[in-house]
Each structure stands twice: as structure tokens, then as C-alpha cells.
């Protein structure tokens, strides 16, 4: 059987280099979520690929993901990747906005754990990434709502790890700095071609996902060298 992968976000960025590294290897049967079908286009032919094409913040994508893991029957790796951000003083910020964030940030990844996280409980195996940010350790001004969700979805991995190793479930939190993604595509202040490369963390990651199960990397810090 092969490694079993559900990643959400894969249709752009870094979830999206993950999903065609692992792909490239041919071990992995892979779920894929994301909103936009265009950005899911690479996978739909695989035949190790499940897509599930949703918004992560909705319980029917949750409920649909949820299926396609008990369709394989198991469930080795759950990617936490989906992530949003608006950049800008706090108080420009609106409510609406407030409301994606924590939904997408925040509840999606702690709703989809909560639902896979007993096959895991069962197996007695498993590895949970939540794709983090430098922003979840280190406040940064006009990242407020950004920070908040990051710092929380910190504390409720490392809150789960202390229930989680006993059942040989291992959490890591992966905390990148600037990438070089879409997450900023709408500020062309941001100088972007100083962030890193999505591929060479991509290959850091993967190394990680492949690390003998005795061995849990319980945070990753990955700052760049230029500011
Ligand atoms: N770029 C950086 O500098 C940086 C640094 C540190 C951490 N990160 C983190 O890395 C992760 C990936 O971001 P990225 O940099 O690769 O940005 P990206 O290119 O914008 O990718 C974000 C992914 O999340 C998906 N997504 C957003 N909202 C969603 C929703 N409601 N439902 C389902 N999918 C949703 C997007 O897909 P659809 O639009 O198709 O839904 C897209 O595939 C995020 O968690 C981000 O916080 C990024």
C-alpha cells in the first residue's frame, strides 16, 4: 500500500510543489484539495491522485475529504497547508476578513485533524504538518490577523503532540519565512524574488515527511538569509 497524503492548498505555492514532488516519487496516493480546478489541472490524470475541489473553511470539503480517506482506508500524512493572508494595519482589517482567516487559518486545519485524527488513533501511526509561518513565533506588524492565527494554530499542535505521541502520531509544526508564492500576489511592494524558493523547501519538507517514524521533528524554523 502506499503512503497516504491529504494536503490542502495544492493548487498553487507550496502545497503545490509538495503534491508534484511526492507524486514524482511514486509512493504516494495523494488527496488534494483546493478551490481552484486550473491549479489542481497537473494532478487530475494520476491515477494516485484523489481530488477533492472545495473551500477547506466548509464542512462539506472537510465531510468530502474525510470520504476519500475512508475510500483508501488509511491515512499516513495530513498536510495542513491552505492559508490566507491581508496584509495592512489591524484596524483596516474588516470583520468579513476576521472571519476567512480564523475559518481558513485556524478552524479548517484544527476541524480536519479532529476528523482524521482517529484512524491515526487506530493505526497507531501517523504524521500531522501544519504549515506554519515565521509569523506564528515571532509577532510582525500589519500581520496581525495573520500572527493571531499562526500563533493559534501553534498552541493547538502543540497541545495535540502531548496527546498525540503516546498513540505513536507524530505533529509538526513547520514554520517557513518568505516564500516565493502567490500568498502576497496582491502587494508588488513585497519583494518576493528575495523570498526563498518554494521547491528547496519543498526538498527540506519531503526529507522530513521521510524520516524514520522513531524519529519526531517536532518544529522546523526555516528563516531566509536575505531580509
Ligand atoms: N509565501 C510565504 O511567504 C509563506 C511564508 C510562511 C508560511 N506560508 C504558509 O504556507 C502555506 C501555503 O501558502 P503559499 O505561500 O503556498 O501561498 P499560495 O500560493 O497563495 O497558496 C495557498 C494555497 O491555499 C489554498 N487556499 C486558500 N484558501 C483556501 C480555502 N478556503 N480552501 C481551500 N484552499 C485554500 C489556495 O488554493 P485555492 O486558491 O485554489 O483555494 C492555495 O493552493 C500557507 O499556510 C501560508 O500561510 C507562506
Redesign the pocket.
Known sequence: MKTVVVI?????????EIAKCLLKKGNYSLIL????KK??ADFTDSPDVTIVL????KKT?IDLIENAVSELGQIDILIN?????FVQPFVKNTEKELD?II???LK?PMLLTHRLYPMMVKQQSGLIVN?????GKEAKANHTM?SAT?FGLKGFADALRLEAKPNRIRVMNF???????????NMPEIPKEK?MD?SKITAILVHLLETDPSIAPDEIVLNRMTK
Not at 472545495?54 to 473553511?57: H, P
Not at 504549515?131 to 509569523?135: K, M, R
Open positions: 490542502t492548498g495544492a493548487s498553487s505555492g507550496l502545497g503545490h484539495n483546493g478551490r481552484n491549479g489542481l472545495g473551500d477547506v473553511a470539503t497547508n491552505a492559508g490566507i493572508t476567512e475559518a481558513v487559518n479548517a504549515i506554519n509561518s515565521v509569523a495573520y499562526k514554520h517557513p519565512g518568505g516564500i516565493n508564492t502567490d500568498l502576497y500576489r523570498y518554494p
